[in-house]
């Protein structure tokens, strides 16, 4: 009898052991990580984003003793999915709208910690050279996530291609908020990777700049583009519990006087639409 009791007592004992230890490991996930990894593994899409983080921000990296390496996504999930989980420790691809929808979406802890050089959306046509001659009824196509796709119809509205339902939010704008379109124009949604290629069933193509830049489109050669607002310009973003530690780090790179010298004595990257803080 004594002998189950203590086996009994044992077993108790272990299970409590076990409960204990899986709720320190899971409030350790959430608790306050003031660290910065020798190497800074940053999650990043197809664009101009990595080649500055590379030519730019990583030369002050390394003074301060550590190095960005560079996870390349394909999409515009993974990159938060894979911050969420800790595979990364920081990603920069988005603007400060998208990592909120998500963030919310997909209750995400995740947080922007600095605003970053932003390439806006560009419009493109292999068939018409200006605005002004895309004639009625023309092909258009336009991203079709939603915050992209929002974006994009403001900037068809502010090209005064359409017009928008003032009554609606502007932010979370969709195609049965056109109100005026008198080009007819159709508008095809599509991924937005897909847009530079689309330029040959397309008469016009609303194309998002990381995807131009990557498909080496002129940018000069665009017949319109974004006026980019400080909430779509990109941010880096770190999991919420790493903000003091690798996000300050991060942000401090960004923030360093160096850093701004190289991008503006870059002949394409000092055209992109720069941060606030670039000139405060």
Not at 112 to 126: A, C, E, K, Q, R
Not at 154 to 162: Q, T, Y
């Amino acid at each position: 009898m004594n002998i189950k009791k203590l086996l009994l007592s044992a077993v108790v004992s272990t299970l409590a052991f076990t409960s204990l230890t899986a709720c320190d490991d899971k409030s350790a996930t959430s608790k306050e990580d003031s660290s910065v990894p020798k190497v800074i593994k940053v999650g990043v899409v197809p664009g101009p984003y990595r080649e500055i983080l590379d030519t730019y921000l990583n030369p002050i990296v390394k003074k301060k003793g550590h190095e960005l390496k560079f996870v390349e996504f394909t999409d515009w999930v993974q990159p938060d999915s894979s911050l969420e989980s800790g595979d990364i420790d920081a990603n920069l691809f988005q603007h400060q709208l998208y990592l909120e929808g998500i963030v919310k979406n997909q209750e995400l802890h995740l947080s922007s910690v600095v605003n970053f050089p932003t390439l806006g959306i560009y419009v493109f046509s292999d068939k018409f050279n200006s605005l002004d001659s895309i004639e009625k009824g023309s092909l258009v196509g336009i991203p079709n996530d939603p915050v992209n796709l929002a974006r994009a119809l403001r900037v068809a509205r502010d090209l005064k291609l359409i017009t928008l339902n003032a009554e609606k939010d502007d932010q979370k704008a969709s195609l049965a908020d056109i109100e005026k379109n008198p080009k007819q124009l159709n508008f095809v949604v599509m991924e937005a990777a897909q847009l530079p290629r689309s330029l040959d069933s397309v008469a016009v193509a609303f194309v998002p700049g990381n995807y131009a830049y990557a498909a080496k489109l002129d940018l000069a050669k665009a017949i319109g583009k974004e006026s980019v607002a400080e909430p779509i310009k990109l941010v880096i973003a770190v999991q919420n519990h790493r903000v003091n530690g690798v996000g300050k780090f991060l942000r401090d790179a960004v923030l360093d006087p160096e850093f701004k010298k190289g991008v503006d004595s870059d002949p394409v990257f000092k055209n992109f639409a720069m941060p606030k803080w670039w000139n405060e």
